[in-house]
């Protein structure tokens, strides 16, 4: 850390070489470019959107999605035994929860959004409170992995459902927990409830290939629907309540189209491995994600199932899929431990990295700045709020901090103007990082 006079800094290029860190003198042209936005209030804009390689959120595969009612945060769970909180839209890393011993298989927020439920390989469930992430209780019953969690639109019930045959699928009140019925089976892949809270669809186990339909809440069968030919492991319900899709998987994949209450069969489409699925809130358009490796997001139009649009996906099998509640953005996560963001109903992908700096590779870069009290990490590049306390860390491990501006120049180095937090004394600092 080297100060120099505020009329002349020096600025400095920052790169991993094989023998460590190397620094080198950049173009003083840059640095003008960035001293002039410095000078500016808060951040001055990207030069470029922030660059996505070798980016990932997630230690290990990203296997739950699920979007706030108001859309400013994003959960995600993951095999790496995390939940992710993420801003939008920004897509900024607000907290890591860690509690749970086993793969995060699925999450769910309630219509109030202060209540996150996460089911997990570890046989367990676990409520959260948001948007803080609180630790609120443990659910305990099930005695084999929680596959999905699906939460009543009044926000009073739980369904969980798990591999347990002698508690298949089970039901908590919330916000206490209290576990009220357990209904015995071959295990389930997948939950749905409808919006006026009176039915619960489930996919069964493997080999049945059956999707079952119980009232709520007395948990009562009322109808099994036959039709697919391989496992089912997907299920969305539209808004109004009248239509059931489902999606199943291996050699005869599939997706079936029912109505609802009645559960009668309206149509079948056979694609390439179409799962998981998801309805906007509209309920004019299904997204399934397909789960072969580096194949597209595909966009139906809804009642009539006519492919509408197909975008690229990821590198690897596409596991979670969720669309905000004003329907304008989708999210999707991958094998590959990536989340990525669309627009929707153009289907434009967007630049936002949705980033974890210490699982993403060594010459990935990044930021955190703490503003309203909350801490975010982006990706190098992205624009600060002004008044943000920034911590300079487009260099993992740097240390720089300082308040009002972060950026990085050429996404190469990072460049802060203003008072440091760490070593003594005020005066204005440009760092080599």
């Known amino acids: 850390m080297k100060p120099v006079s505020e009329t002349n800094p ?17 173009d003083l042209a840059t640095a003008a470019a960035a001293a002039t936005a410095a000078a500016m209030p808060g951040c001055g804009p990207m030069e470029s959107p922030p660059a996505c390689k070798g980016v990932v959120a997630h230690g290990k595969p990203v296997k739950g999605l699920a979007f706030s009612p108001d859309g400013k945060l994003l959960v995600s769970g993951s095999v790496d035994k995390t939940i992710k909180l993420w801003s939008l839209p920004d897509g900024a890393l607000l907290k890591t929860l860690t509690g749970h011993s086993g793969d995060v298989r699925s999450v769910a927020i309630s219509p109030d959004g202060k209540i996150l439920a996460s089911g997990s390989g570890d046989n367990t469930i676990k409520l959260w409170s948001l948007p803080d992430g609180g630790s609120l209780q443990t659910l305990t019953g099930h005695a084999k992995e929680v596959r999905a969690v699906a939460i009543s639109p009044d926000g009073r019930l739980l369904a969980s459902a798990s591999a347990d045959p002698a508690s298949t699928i089970k039901l908590w009140s919330l916000p206490d927990g209290t576990p009220l019925k357990a209904m015995q089976g071959e295990g389930a892949h997948a939950l749905a409830i409808s919006p006026d809270g009176m039915l619960l669809a489930s996919a069964s186990e493997d080999w049945d290939n059956t999707i079952k339909l119980w009232s709520l809440p007395d948990l009562a069968l009322r109808k099994t629907l036959k039709g697919h030919s391989g496992n089912v492991k997907s299920l969305a319900i539209s808004p109004d309540g009248k239509l059931l899709v489902s999606g199943s998987l291996g050699w005869f994949a599939m997706v079936v189209l029912w109505s609802l209450p009645d559960g009668a069969r309206l149509k079948t489409l056979k694609d390439d491995a179409l799962h998981p699925l998801a309805i906007s809130p509209d309920g004019r358009l299904l997204v399934s994600l397909s789960a072969d490796w580096g194949s597209p997001i595909k966009l139906w139009s809804l009642p009539g199932l006519a492919l509408m649009k197909t975008l690229p996906g990821h590198s690897g099998e596409m596991t979670s899929v969720a ?27 967007l630049p936002t990295c949705l980033m974890d700096l210490e699982e993403s590779a060594p010459a990935v870069k990044g930021i955190r700045y703490t503003s309203g009290g909350e801490s975010y990490t982006r990706a190098c590049g992205s624009p600060v709020p002004a008044g943000a306390v920034c911590t300079c860390n487009c260099v993992p491990g740097s240390g720089c901090s300082c308040v009002g501006f972060c950026s990085c120049v050429g996404h190469t180095s990072c460049s802060c103007v203003g008072h440091t937090s760490s070593g003594g004394g005020g005066g204005h600092y440009w760092y080599p990082n």
């Open 10 to 26: 020096e600025v400095y290029a920052i790169q991993r070489g094989r023998s460590g860190w190397k620094l080198s003198r950049r």
């Open 323 to 349: 669309i905000s509640s004003d329907g304008r953005l989708l999210a999707a996560g991958s094998d590959d431990k990536t989340i990525k963001l669309w627009s929707l109903p153009d289907g434009k992908p």
